[in-house]
């Protein structure tokens, strides 16, 4: 198989790559190469996606399957889809579960969900940061899907990931947690049994390589089994080993010391507020139905912690609490 990787340069993107090397396919990266380096095996070829012509260098290629990752622009995912879409056997679109408007129902699929309104637009993350966040995110992504299905049909595969987490992971969400645990002490955690899940970008990976083989068409969410938190992070202590002593906090004590939910400074991972319980907890059935496989919660905690170590344990974080916040928290309890 011929596979195009639209990115293909970090994280989701690269261990596509990877992957499909790994099972002996011929793969291209179009990328500007500034990110990150292609997987050992894989052809770069630069491109330029915010040009009207950047994917001039792709002109007359055909390709078994095409990957695209684009993550906030809708003209990024239709100038690919004109250049492509007629010369590709299949499309994979990784969107995210950001489409969709309900987060307090649990159990919803991509049958059962409603979307935000499409949005045709490109988007910075400066936007993203200033202009709604997810809301904004999730109704790029439908028009991105949208467009998608609309030049593929029965040939495209919508993948609504999650949580990520894994090697190359670094946006601290689930990462925090192996790494705080692997620094030992007293570890401040919510105690909370509200639903989480996760996905690890190798299972993702396969199981895009896996659609891309197959030519398996349709939308799905990529989320792992539903679990409760504090099941979770008690469970990712034990494999990571070192006595860390967990200290579980309510809701309340941690609003009143100021510890934000999720993500970003001054934040407890994975630690949704009440009203998000349902963008944690999709039905995971139509997609294990359809070939995903979950690895062991051991491997991914291993996989994870490989990429924290790497980055450095005791790094300035995008998400999570520094060691003097933390402090000062577990001595105000």
Known sequence: ?????????????????????????????????????????????????????????????????????APLSFPW?????????????????????????????????????????????HATVEQLRAEGGAELYGAIKVASENAVRAALGERAFVVRPGLITGPGDGS???????????????VLVPASDRPVQYLDVRDLAEWIVTAAETRLGGTFDGVGPVLRLGELLADIAAAVGGGAELVPAMDEQL???????????????????????????HDPAPSLAAGLRIRPLADAVAGALDTERALGLDRERRSGLSSAEEAEVLAGL
């Open 1 to 69: 198989m011929r596979l195009l990787v639209l990115g293909g340069t970090v994280f989701v993107g690269r261990t596509v790559a990877a992957e499909a090397l790994r099972r002996g396919h011929e793969v291209v990266c179009a990328a500007r190469g500034e990110s990150g380096t292609v997987p050992d095996g894989a052809k770069l070829v630069r491109v330029d996606r915010d040009a009207e012509d950047g994917l001039a260098p792709l002109e007359g290629e055909e390709f078994d399957a095409v990957v695209d990752v």
């Open 77 to 121: 995912v239709t100038r690919a889809l004109s250049a492509l879409a007629e010369r590709a056997g299949h499309w994979t679109f990784v969107s995210t579960v950001s489409v969709y408007t309900d987060t307090e129902t649990r159990g919803q699929t991509p049958a059962t969900g409603a979307l935000h309104e499409p949005l045709e637009q």
């Open 172 to 186: 601290d969400r689930f990462g925090y947690w192996p790494g705080r645990f692997a620094r030992g002490g007293r």
């Open 255 to 281: 609003t009143a010391a100021d510890v934000n939910p999720w993500s970003g400074p001054r934040s407890l991972p994975l630690w949704l507020p009440g009203d998000h319980a349902g963008l944690a907890s």
